[in-house]
């Protein structure tokens, strides 16, 4: 008893040191966040940035914004159940968002090299 007493006491002080306890309603900066959701979050803002670079470097942008369109709302979703959710209880949003920027993508891409093909 004696033992995890103390146990909680230095836990108590390390979660006081290095501000790991948060007061209900106090917001986690970027940096407090795990650092495989910091990387997935970067990695697909990214290429959601690379996507809209070449979208308004495209000549013809009537097909690319179905494709676009679609990669943003499985941005938004992934970065909802990433960010704001947290956890388990996100797993969803993150799983969706990631299958429907991909497909997405994928969209956008062949849309790419269809329109590559077709006018060469």
């Known amino acids: 008893m004696e033992l995890r007493c103390r ?15 948060k007061a209900k309603g106090e917001m986690f900066m970027w940096w407090e ?11 697909l803002t990214a290429i959601l940035i690379l996507t809209f670079i070449h979208f308004f470097r495209a000549k013809r942008k009537k097909g690319f914004i179905a494709p676009l369109l679609i990669s943003i ?3 938004i979703s992934f970065v909802i ?7 388990w209880g996100g797993m969803g949003f993150i799983v969706y968002g990631v299958i429907i ?20």
């Open 7 to 21: 146990l909680l006491e230095v836990y108590a002080q390390d979660s006081l040191i290095n501000n790991k306890v």
């Open 33 to 43: 966040y795990y650092g495989d959701a910091v990387i997935a979050v970067s990695v």
């Open 73 to 75: 709302i499985g941005y």
């Open 81 to 87: 159940g990433i960010v704001f959710i947290r956890g």
């Open 101 to 120: 920027m991909g497909i997405g993508l994928i969209y956008y891409l062949g849309f790419g090299v269809y329109k590559k093909i077709r006018y060469q």
